[in-house]
């Protein structure tokens, strides 16, 4: 006897180094024990009484290889197969039928192909089935039906097809089936019925089609039913009433019909309830009124009646209702003022008529009633809803003056009150709406002239303030917008010229000045010159270089202006001259002191260098070289536009290729335009580190001003971000080491110089890539050394959705500003976008819904989930984004410490993950 069980642990271990041997040589370091002896000593395995192998668990341990050299007949008493999170990739090997007494086996998050063999039928005694996240292919075996043991099945993110089988009713001891996200078409099989034993049933983002089938009412033990998104038909069988123990049903997303069952929440457990973009008519459900379980209600886009102020009840936990897009009507009682745990109220686009009650629940953060029939006054107690950041009124027809508590909604970002019956003036207590991104004001009855506490709006996008009674001219101060994109003043009576100051709004995009009584030139930016024909008509006397516009006259001084106004003009502009020809006289000097000692460059040697090793010595070569090479700044060589400048590509003689920042008309606004390009030069002139754009040189000119750098031929991380393709070429690897070198540049910049220096506009756009894909940080218009003992109080400055949030309400910029922009870069690398709306999801991480959403849910679904070690680098990463994003400035961590950690070599990890929560991140 004990010779034979020496001959099966012999058998076992040289099935085991066989396969060792078949693995990449990475592998077989990880499996370094594996090298003699027994078996029942080496890592991942453990063994009976009798040292017969029962368990191979390798889960995340970094294995790359196939399992076709793995011969499985010889682990007869093999009970459990983890190869979860590695890397295996090839087919799943027929010969795995031969594991006769597997209980547990788990192949999820691997790169395995081919089809699910159906030799998977012999594992008779197989209760957990984990095949997720792979690349699988074909059908699901009809042999999977002999699974009679099966309680969990796993089959979600692959790309399998076909029709579920019918056999997969044979499955009579199922708890867990998940066949979601994946490309199955046809009915679901009546079959599924037979599942008494199930509790959770994901279906989801597949092709299915057909009626839902009457049967899945046997499921009595259902709690969670998902079929969104599929191509399902027909109405929900009346038998789903069934369900006592149903508190998720997700039907959103197909082509389903005919009335809600009216006894749907008759058990009064149903929390989750989502039926969106469907095609359901008829009343809300009766039973719907006294469900106090609900959590999360979307019926938006259907077809549904009913009476709003008698359907609803009162729900104490309830968070998100949708009910937009359909036929409701009634008024909207106090009872929602009821519904303390309220977030989200969505009624838009139906027939709801009455005033707004005035006692919404304090924590009520978005409010959309848009597209209905309310009238009346908005009233006072709006103020108190400071957790506001989304109210949509539009398209009513509210009346009376916008209360000035409205401008106590200090998180509000997005406000519109358009198509009304609003009248009097706009109010400047909006102005205290520091987060507003967009404000929408158009098509009411508001008089007076454009308040000019609305310039305050730094973080403003889009402002309309069309067809309205406004009067006087416009501010000049709104130029100082700097992130505006969209401007309407149309169908107005603003009088005046359009302000010299919106030659610097560069970032925006479309404007709309028409049916005024405004004159003289347009402003001469891209989107004044872009615009049509149309965005200035009827007007009393604009002009310009635009379509359809007169030109300007010159500009002339005449006799009538007098003697003193003439010796003014002349000592104010040469006060200017004076003081811009010293400073940069200043610079200069500056710059030729650092670069004397770097060695003469002969003239007959200029062409076989670099150029801009010469710029010093003979800057007027370079200038001619650029401007050639640009065709005078010719649009077709831009490759992007920041708040300062645009930067073209310019291809120099002997093949080298650099990127130019030509700055904006400072002639017509020297003093910010100036305080740019200096900051710049000065900044980059103090540092010198591999992850910080190397500046080659500078240019004054008379017509031009701009600066020369280094060309970085991958462009930025946003626009790598914004393309699918690229983005999934740019993997979870290469985005951890961005990261890592942007935090070297942070941490050089704040701890390494001689006098720490502030970047300020930390965002995608900014960071660069090069040809090695290594993260350089540029543009260091905004940046400023922070000098011992003098103010750092100043102006705004960054790109909006990157900067800090104390800078709301305080200018005072430090370190901890550029920490809190890093945060969300990391951010924007892990979710494969901007972050904002993510942002705001995790102020409410106390709440059971953020705490518990699992990590790999938030990450770039358009990457595979990262694995090994550079899942464990996720991991950091995201907790350290967390840490950078903390609400209190003094709780960051400083960039030599977020620095010092990214370079370490390695990280606590969990175990599992897959399953780790967004909560946990602030536990380990």
Request: with cysteine.
């Amino acid at each position: 006897m004990g010779a034979a069980k020496r001959t099966e642990g012999e058998k076992e271990a040289k099935a085991l180094l066989t396969w060792k041997a078949s693995l990449d040589n990475e592998s077989q370091s990880l499996l370094s024990s594996w090298v003699g002896g027994s078996p029942c000593k080496w890592a991942g395995i453990n063994c009976d009484e009798s040292r017969s192998i029962t368990s191979l668990n390798l889960s995340s341990y970094g294995v790359r290889g196939t399992l076709h050299s793995l011969n499985f007949s010889s682990f007869a008493n093999l009970h459990s197969l983890d190869l979860f999170n590695n890397s295996l990739y090839g087919t799943i090997p027929s010969h795995i039928g031969n594991l006769s007494k597997l209980l547990f086996l788990r192949l999820s998050i691997n790169k395995i192909t081919g089809g699910i063999p159906s030799e998977i039928g012999q594992l008779p005694s197989l209760r957990i089935f984990y095949l997720s996240r792979n690349l699988i292919s074909g059908s699901i075996p009809q042999e999977i039906g002999n699974l009679s043991s099966l309680t969990d099945l796993s089959l979600f993110r692959n790309y399998l097809r076909g029709a579920i089988p019918a056999s997969i009713g044979n499955l009579g001891n199922l708890t867990a089936l998940h066949l979601c996200y994946t490309l199955l078409s046809g009915p679901i099989p009546s079959s599924i019925g037979n599942l008494t034993k199930l509790t959770q049933l994901h279906l989801q983002e597949n092709q299915l089609s057909g009626f839902i089938p009457a049967e899945i009412g046997k499921l009595k033990s259902l709690s969670l039913l998902s079929l969104f998104s599929n191509k399902l038909t027909g109405s929900i069988p009346q038998e789903i009433i069934n369900l006592t123990w149903l508190h998720t049903l997700h039907l959103g997303d197909n082509m389903l019909s005919g009335y809600l069952p009216q006894n749907i929440c008759l058990s009064g457990v149903l929390e989750n309830f989502t039926i969106y973009n469907n095609n359901f008519v008829g009343p809300v459900p009766r039973t719907l009124k006294n469900c106090t379980s609900l959590l999360r209600v979307r019926f938006e886009r259907n077809h549904l009646t009913g009476n709003i102020s008698e359907d609803f009840g009162i729900y104490p936990n309830l968070d998100y209702i949708d009910l937009s897009y359909n036929k409701l009507y009634g008024e909207l009682t106090p009872d929602w003022g009821k519904c303390q745990s309220l977030k989200s109220l969505k009624i838009s686009h139906n027939n709801i008529s009455g005033r707004i009650p005035a006692n919404f629940g304090e924590s009520i953060q978005a409010l959309d009633l848009s597209s209905n029939h309310l009238v009346g006054e908005i009233p006072r107690e709006i103020g108190r809803l400071t957790l506001l950041f989304n109210l949509i009124l539009s398209d009513n027809k509210f009346s009376g003056n916008v209360p000035s508590e409205i401008g106590m909604l200090s998180n509000l970002r997005h406000l519109n009150l358009a198509a009304n019956n609003l009248s009097g003036p706009v109010p400047k207590e909006i102005g205290n709406c520091v987060k507003l991104l967009t404000l929408k004001l158009s098509n009411n009855r508001f008089e007076g002239s454009v308040p000019l506490e609305i310039s305050g709006l730094l973080s403003l996008h889009d402002l309309d303030l069309s067809q309205n009674s406004l009067v006087g001219e416009i501010p000049p101060e709104l130029g100082t917008m700097r992130h505006l994109e969209v401007l309407r003043l149309s169908h107005n009576e603003l009088s005046g010229s359009i302000p010299y100051t919106f030659s610097q709004m560069l970032t925006l995009t479309s404007v709309d000045m028409s049916y005024n009584q405004l004159e003289g030139p347009v402003p001469n930016n891209k989107a004044f010159r872009d615009a049509s024909t149309e965005a200035f008509t009827d007007n009393k006397g604009l002009c310009g270089n635009i379509t359809g516009l007169m030109s300007c006259p010159s500009r002339k001084i005449h006799k009538a202006e007098g003697k003193k106004g003439r010796l003014i003009l002349i000592a104010v502009s040469s006060l200017g001259s004076l003081f811009v020809l010293f400073i940069i006289a200043g610079v200069l000097c500056f710059i030729w002191l650092r670069v004397r000692n770097k060695g003469k460059i002969k003239p007959e040697d200029a062409q076989n260098v670099n150029l801009f090793a010469v710029l010093s010595y003979d800057g007027q070569l370079v200038y001619g070289n650029i401007i050639e090479a640009t065709e005078n700044f010719n649009s077709k060589y831009c490759i992007g536009e920041g708040g300062f400048g645009s930067v073209y590509r310019a291809d120099l003689p002997g093949g080298q290729v650099v990127a130019v920042k030509k700055l904006h008309a400072i002639e017509d606004d020297s003093t910010a335009g100036l305080k740019a390009f200096l900051s710049e030069i000065q900044a980059l002139t103090e540092i010198r580190h591999h992850n910080i754009v190397r500046l080659h040189g500078f240019c004054w000119h008379p017509r031009h001003a701009f600066l020369v750098y280094e060309f970085m031929e991958r462009g930025s991380l946003e626009s790598i971000l914004n393309d699918d393709q690229a983005a999934m070429k740019f993997g979870w690897s290469k985005r951890v080491n961005v990261i890592k070198g942007l935090a070297n540049a942070l941490s050089y910049m704040h701890h390494d110089c001689s006098t720490p220096i502030i970047h300020r506009d930390i965002s995608s756009k900014n960071v660069l890539l090069d040809s090695k894909e290594e993260a350089i940080l540029s543009d260091f218009g905004t940046a400023k050394i922070l000098k011992p003992g003098s103010s750092n109080w100043t102006s705004f400055a960054g790109t909006i959705g990157y900067t800090a949030p104390e800078l709301a309400y305080t200018m005072e910029v430090n370190e901890k500003c550029d920490v809190y922009s890093f945060g969300m870069v990391i951010m924007e690398a892990l979710l494969g976008g901007h972050p904002g709306v993510f942002v705001t999801f995790l102020s409410t991480l106390t709440s059971s819904t953020a705490r518990h959403t699992l990590l790999k849910d938030v990450l770039d679904q358009r990457l595979s989930q990262p694995m090994n070690e550079v899942a464990e680098d996720v991991v950091f990463m995201m907790k350290l984004a967390l840490a950078c994003l903390l609400s209190s400035p003094q709780s960051r961590p400083t960039m030599r410490q977020a620095s010092q950690q990214l370079s370490a070599q390695k990280w606590p990890s969990p175990e599992m993950f897959h399953m780790i929560t967004l909560g946990q991140l602030f536990d380990f």
